[in-house]
């Protein structure tokens, strides 16, 4: 929750409510660092992880990208992997630095291949880096793998809420039947 209220100051300009917002996550910081990551199986990810998360949120997204980087390497699970290299591609796309997110997005996808916000975020990084033919690629396999159209799918979540897609659809004919067949299933419910 201090999370989502720090994100909700910066965007609506709040320098009161963003304050609130730090010192909440401050001292949520600070139990979860004396708790151990709240007793986390593997506190020596989840301390950094949760940390680049906050930070992030507060609009430190350079220490985000730092912090996360040490989570990385404790990354122990497959899921960790591609939860702390996802999160670090997305940040560096965010940064204007799509080309370096590329090789964590790699990471990312060598520990979960069919991840739709891997794949989502893979082909945020490609178009970025002048490479809509692979953008391209990645939103046709999303369109033939069947178990992800769903309204309530990670695709239709990501086609919903994914920044920077709907002008990345002029490029890719895969991505305009994408948001085609969203608004049909929006249409139908």
Known sequence: ???NLAHRARAIGDAA????ARVAIADLLEQYDATDGDGHAHPAWARPNQRAMAQ???GDIEAAVRTEAVALRYADTPRRVVVSAGNIADRLIRLDRADEAIDYIVRAWNAAPTS??????AARAFYL??????????????????SLHGPDSDLAAALRHEHGLSEMA???PSLRSL????DAVEAGS
């Open 179 to 182: 948001f085609d067949w969203l």
């Open 170 to 172: 002029a490029e890719c």
């Open 56 to 58: 992030s949120a507060l």
């Open 116 to 121: 739709v916000p891997v794949m989502i975020t």
């Open 1 to 3: 929750d201090a999370c």
């Open 129 to 146: 880096t002048g490479q809509p033919a692979e953008s391209e690629a990645i939103f046709a396999e999303l369109a033939e793998i069947a």
């Open 17 to 20: 409510m963003h304050e609130r």
